[in-house]
T-cell receptor
């Protein structure tokens, strides 16, 4: 069975500083991994996805994530946080039948 | 890009009544749709997988007689919460898998907030 663990329920950074949101996965197969963002009262938005191509994946809004098989990790990073990045972030793994398993989420707070 | 809509966006109902939530893929056909439930400040939990023209597949612990899913067309899946109770109050989100079958082309609706009084 596939699952993901988001290691931090809440991350707080200052505007302009780097962002690191951690995610570890467990999968019986070669996984496909995603990061989604959910702003208050809005739908889920796909930030980026890993599908067994390049291990460093670049997404929207300056986010990127690196797939590390040896560490079973797929951490999300951004060099410089912006106030608009404040939201809930979900790490997701997809199983063979396409259903998605979501992590518990990490709430990102950006301080001015 | 692909758009998935949900209707209504929010609903308030009395305990014991039934509520229907619609999920539509607006510009693509979806043979498979998923229904999720999200409690406040928690993650999404998959409730069921809805396949067009066949019975939905429910996750363990989800009552199929309480959460009725119908996927009668390639663009519409409905979730009916029957005999709703306050504990059913939640945020329900659907997603649709693009018709190509590529498993990474899953698009999410904006969600429906259900409050049962």
């Amino acid at each position: 069975a596939q699952s993901v663990t988001q290691l931090d329920s809440h991350v707080s950074v200052s505007e302009g500083t780097p962002v690191l949101l951690r995610c570890n996965y467990s999968s019986s197969y070669s996984p496909s991994l995603f990061w989604y963002v959910q702003h208050p009262n809005k739908g889920l938005q796909l930030l980026l996805k890993y599908t067994s191509a390049a291990t460093l994946v670049k997404g929207i809004n300056g986010f990127e994530a690196e797939f590390k098989k040896s560490e079973t990790s797929f951490h999300l990073t951004k060099p410089s946080a912006h106030m608009s990045d404040a939201a809930e972030y979900f790490c997701v793994v997809t199983s063979l039948n396409n259903d998605m398993r979501f992590g518990a989420g990490t709430r990102l707070t950006v301080k001015p | 890009g692909a758009v998935v809509s949900q209707h209504p966006s929010w609903v308030i109902c009395k305990s014991g009544t039934s509520v229907k939530i619609e999920c539509r893929s607006l510009d693509f056909q979806a043979t498979t749709m998923f229904w999720y439930r999200q409690f406040p400040k928690q993650s999404l939990m998959l409730m069921a997988t809805s396949n067009e023209g066949s019975k939905a597949t429910y996750e363990q612990g989800v009552e199929k007689d309480k959460f009725l899913i119908n996927h009668a067309s390639l663009t519409l899946s409905t979730l009916t919460v029957t005999s709703a109770h306050p504990e059913d109050s939640s945020f329900y989100i659907c997603s649709a898998l693009a018709g190509t079958g590529s498993w990474d082309e899953q698009f999410f609706g904006p969600g429906t907030r259900l409050t049962v009084l």
